[in-house]
């Protein structure tokens, strides 16, 4: 589903048009769409209910004649509607919006998949189910036993060997000590793994756990190559995110890395600048970055704390916590993405 097809109305009332903006109304609030099409079909012809934003809680009424948006609007705008318990609406009028490139469509939702097959990337995977709830329950309580870092939005911990968010990078030289124990079931469970770029000699040997609060993410980048090999794996626990994907078509665009992991980017680029896909993680799901989905797309969580998948509005948990796989790089990264890697550069 789409945001931003319609035109947000200004001004006290608008141009008179078939189209209603309806706020405090929505899945967030508690009103599902069939609840809210059988209030305004009351009016006359309805011809689709669309979320108007990513908040959950605005949509967008459509009829099919003018006049009866007219009548829906003099009936419920500002004034308690019984079969809503009460609920008092806020409406304006709403128009369509051109959909020209001069537009700018990078702030409109990518559609969000379930599956990475369908995102077309290669090298991405995602294993559902990867770790059991009593599993998960248990790999929460392992690591709210040990000390945070804080970060200015989120917190984090590492293991094997610290990230440097100024740099981008490890100093392999400061060795932390082995991966902690709690986490060998899921080492393990990665070793079974059928995967290929040597995956039997690649040991790994640098964790990050990052806990996201609601509307909290990432900014796009790719984890630098000179840092870290070609396989990372990423464990959603204890709650959900979309994971957009983004691949830069001019070079000159790429993002460049922040000294703040925390710096919130929505971008304002024209996304005919760089292919766009975006999947669903739930928790307890394991991704798998390798090959060009590593070395050539950057990855980015939406700042988002509700996000919409397939029709249905998901809202961020009070937490999420995922735990990063990497191996520490010991030579020079001789991928085949020269143009996005430091190493050839």
Partial sequence: MGFTRFGRPKGAQGQSSPNLYVANCGPAVGLSYDTIVSVFRAFGEIKGVFAADESGARVVVCFAEEGCAQNAFNALNGRPCAELGGRSLHIR???????????????????????????????????????????????????????????????????????????????????????PAFVSPILKRIALLPMREDAEAIVLDQLTVNEYPPGVGLSPHIDTHSAFEGLIFSLSLAGPCIMEFRRYLDEGLTPRASSSSDIEIESSENNSNFLRRAIYLPPRSLLLLSGEARYAWNHYIPHHKIDMVKDSVIRRASRRVSFTFRKVRASPCQCEFSQYCDSQR
Avoid at 155 to 160: A, E, I, M, S, T
Avoid at 168 to 176: A, E, F, P, T
Wanted: some cysteine.
């Fill in 93 to 179: 009028y709403s128009v369509l919006q051109p959909t020209s490139q001069s537009q700018g469509r990078v702030n409109d939702s990518v559609p969000v998949s379930l599956l990475a097959s369908e995102l077309n990337i290669p090298g991405l995977f995602l294993m559902h189910d990867f770790v059991t709830a009593k599993e998960e329950e248990e790999f929460l309580a392992a690591v709210d036993e040990r000390p945070w870092k804080n970060l200015s939005k989120r917190r984090v911990q590492h293991y094997g060997y610290e990230f440097c968010y100024e740099t981008r990078n490890v100093d392999s030289r400061k060795n932390l000590g082995e991966l």
